[in-house]
């Protein structure tokens, strides 16, 4: 776990050995002890130098040890003893050094990094804090400000920025174990007390007070909710003011605080979760270790409207070659702007060039005959989709995989008027596409292995989070959505107002309200599924009654707002008023208060006082009750997809986990009785009905999440 090595006569070279990222596990620790005390004894050895094996330096703390009791030596007084030691120790930083790794390196005395080396304090991500004396040290080395940012945000700098900040001495392209070697060498016999960063003061600040109020107002206001960014400011104030023994103990018991905390599991939990649903399945047992991903080299985007023109961008980032196309000149000359104009800020701010010379734009298909692979985003039309695909059929060559960006379209009947079925998946992106880290790719009844292994990495190369899902209305986001979107306005009916329900939303930690997202997407874009759908319009029968749509409670408050021109922020009014067209500033409308007041009045509908609990409880565990489902009619995988797609697609905040993981940490059992009692409540509103699996699980004692998926008795299962 950690080897010890006599070299060039004086040196002791330790090499950390826990693949894949010599995480500091209990045994790595006892390695690193044992090895430092033994260099330190060695009367032969003058300096040590401390690398990792297979080119990472350290991933930090081990993360699988944080559920379990702690045993084995600790960190704080195994970094201690190396700084405290009286001979030079030299970290050589390669791959990386992240959270306890860069902690152990900032406990050296002196650090020499690759050039491609990547350092962070990511602790803050997983709802922690660097207690390992990061966040006295690095104030100490850096000052003040830097160590802020980089502890509050959890950003990974690079080796060059590394050197700017101070953080190591050299950087090398060459072999850095060599080349910390001879720094090792050079600084023998060099006074170490000014290389001890826990002896040093933290460099003067004017204005300290004005420095952190600014910086716990900033990480409150970016993560709503959060504790670990606050203890981090406060940890970090801990360095400024107090001498470091008593920084550490502040440290210890901010860590201690945030360990035990709910938020630290959720966010544990994500980071397992970010990487376990990588690893897809379908029944027929094709899977992500043994189906071969196709080399996606050329791509073609089909309809450049707000979807296209961000899978362009996210294309062409990923280094592949894009052939655009649109149908009318006007949309097609307004898409290269938007797109080159992104890409060109983009560049700009990393100070690259703009790599434009990989698109090219057309205004037919006959263009994308020689592609790798296609993404449709026309609109949302089954049969305009159908007929694209029958027309890449004919026109691509018999090998180019064909995928669509349906947001809830049925795959397989689009694949149908295609030559190739296996060829075709979803690949559904969010808006904006450039941005949105999820990606759900939808696996159709036909999708073969090979084009949903191709789909999911290449969502990988375009920096996306890939979620296998089966191909059902709305598949795993947009279905579950739903739910959530009609318990929010059936709470208008009942009392509540769109800025009340938004506020106890925001509180819970979603990034926006539901009504300040559909004014910013735009509430007449579900007005025309609803109309499409013939949830509205003449196909109602006129003698049903308004308040209901196939034999289930209807709203139709959506409708009305439409219907009145309030479309959200692009007509300056939707659920809330814009000082204009385009504006995005929410503001209360009174009007909205008397139109809702008159529509209760109208359908006879008793206006009572909502609370926040009832907003938070009817809108989220209608969300998770559907998110059962799912799992039941095998539509996702495990609770850990339908988290990720939450996190990563619908501003669900992180720090709760996911609403699978939120259902299990407030306790299947109160899930279950709030819904019963809910349902109860409104019998008319079927998506309250508890979920067969979730009483399942709680008649089964309500098994850790991770065993959930020995209870999903599905029968069709597409994953
Ligand atoms: N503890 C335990 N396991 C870790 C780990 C850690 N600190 N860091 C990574 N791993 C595991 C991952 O779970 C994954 O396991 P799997 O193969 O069983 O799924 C494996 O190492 C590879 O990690 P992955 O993230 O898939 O590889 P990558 O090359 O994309 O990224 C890192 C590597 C190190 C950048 C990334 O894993 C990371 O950010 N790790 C966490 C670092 C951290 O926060 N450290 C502070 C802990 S307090
Ligand atoms: P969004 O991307 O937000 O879903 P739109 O639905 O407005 O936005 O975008 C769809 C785009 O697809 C439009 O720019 C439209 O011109 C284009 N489009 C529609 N049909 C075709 C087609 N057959 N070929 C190429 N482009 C098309």
């Given amino acids: 776990m950690a080897q010890y090595a006599r070299t060039k006569g004086s040196i002791a070279l330790i090499t950390l050995t826990n693949p894949p990222v010599n995480a500091l596990s209990s045994a790595v620790r006892k390695g690193i002890t044992e090895t430092v005390s033994r260099a330190l004894n060695d009367t032969q050895v003058k300096a040590v130098v401390l690398c990792g094996e297979n080119g990472q330096f350290c991933g930090g703390a081990d993360i699988k040890e944080f559920a379990k009791p ?71 080395l850096t000052g003040i400000p830097t160590a802020l940012e980089l502890i509050t945000t959890g950003r990974h700098i690079t080796a060059q920025e590394a050197l700017k900040l101070g953080i190591v001495d050299k950087v090398t392209d060459g072999n850095v174990v060599d080349a910390a070697m001879e720094m090792a060498l050079s600084v023998i016999g060099r006074p170490l007390s000014p290389r001890r960063l826990s002896t040093l003061s933290t460099p003067p600040l004017a204005n300290l007070d004005g420095v952190f109020e600014a910086a716990m107002a900033q990480v409150k206001r970016r993560s709503r909710g959060a504790m670990a960014p606050v203890a981090c400011v406060k ?13 550490m103990k502040r440290e210890l018991e901010l860590m201690g605080t945030l360990m035990s905390s709910g938020q630290a599991k959720a966010l544990q939990y994500c980071f397992f979760a970010q990487r376990a649903v990588g690893k897809w399945s379908l029944p027929n047992g094709a ?61 700009k701010r990393r100070g690259v060039t703009a790599p434009l010379h990989l698109i090219s734009f057309a205004l037919s298909l006959q263009s994308l005959r020689g592609v790798d ?37 049925d795959v397989d009947q689009i694949a149908s008027v295609t030559d190739r079925p296996p060829l075709v998946v979803g690949m559904h992106f969010f808006a904006p596409a450039h941005v949105m880290k999820l990606l759900e790719v939808v696996c159709g009844p036909r999708s073969s292995a090979e084009a949903v292994a191709t789909a999911m990495s290449l969502g990988k190369r375009m920096g996306k989070v890939s979620v296998a899902v089966g191909n059902c209305p709305g598949f795993v986001g947009n279905r579950m959505l739903k739910s959530y979107m009609d318990e929010s306005v059936f709470l208008l009916e009942e009392g509540a107002s769109p800025e009340q329900v938004d506020q106890a939303l925001e509180e819970f930690g979603f990034a926006l309200g539901i009504f300040k997202v559909g004014d910013l997407s735009g509430l007449d874009v579900g007005w025309r599924v609803r109309k499409s759908s013939g949830l ?30 309030r479309w959200g922020q692009k007509t300056g009014r939707g659920w809330y008023l814009y000082d204009s067209a385009g504006g995005r500033v929410a503001r209360p409308d009174p009007e909205i208060q008397r139109f809702l007041q008159d529509y209760r009045l109208r359908y006879g509908i008793p206006s009572r006082r909502i609370s926040e609990q009832e907003v938070v409880e009817r809108c989220v565990f209608a969300l998770a009750n559907e998110g059962f489902r799912v799992l039941e009619d095998g539509m996702a995988a ?12 619908y501003g669900w905040p992180r720090h709760r986990g996911g609403p699978m993981f939120h259902a299990a940490q407030v306790g299947l059992p109160r899930v279950l009785q709030r819904l019963e009692f809910y349902y109860r409540e409104n019998p008319d509103i079927p998506h309250l009905q508890p979920s067969t699996l979730l009483r399942r699980l709680v008649g089964a004692g309500s098994p850790p999440i991770q065993q959930w998926k020995q209870y999903i008795r599905s029968t069709h299962s597409q994953l």
């Avoid at 001979?87 to 860069?102: D, H, Q, S, T």
């Avoid at 027309?391 to 018999?398: G, K, Y």
């Fill in 235 to 247: 940890a970090v104030r801990a360095a400024a003011e107090l001498p470091y023994s008593q920084g």
């Fill in 536 to 565: 509205i319009g003449p196909d109602v029968n006129p003698t049903f009654p308004s308040r209901v749509r196939q034999g289930r409670r209807y709203c139709p408050l959506p409708d009305l707002l439409c219907e009145q021109g």
């Fill in 70 to 140: 702690m045993s084995g030596p600790a960190l704080v007084p195994m970094i201690h003893a190396i700084e405290a030691g009286e001979k030079p120790v030299v970290a050589a930083i390669e791959g990386i050094a992240l959270g306890g790794g860069l902690e152990l390196a900032l406990g050296c005395h002196y650090r020499v990094a690759h050039a491609k080396a990547r350092m962070g304090l990511p602790e803050v991500t997983l709802g922690l804090l660097p207690a390992a004396g990061g966040t006295q040290r690095l104030p100490r």
């Fill in 287 to 347: 899977q992500w270790n043994n189906s071969r991903p196709r080399d996606i080299r050329t791509a073609g985007v089909i309809g450049l409207g707000t979807m296209g023109r961000g899978i362009v961008v996210s294309l062409v980032k990923a280094g592949i070659s894009v052939v655009a196309v649109e149908m009318e000149e006007k949309q097609l000359d307004l898409g290269r702007k938007e797109v080159t104009g992104i890409l060109e800020r983009d560049a």
């Fill in 638 to 649: 495990g609770p850990e997809d339908i988290d990720m797609v939450y996190v990563f697609g």
């Fill in 373 to 409: 692979l296609v993404i449709e985003a026309v609109f949302e039309d089954m049969e305009l989709k159908k007929r694209v695909f029958a027309d890449l059929s004919r026109v691509c060559n018999q090998n180019t995989m064909l995928c669509t960006n349906t947001s809830g379209l």
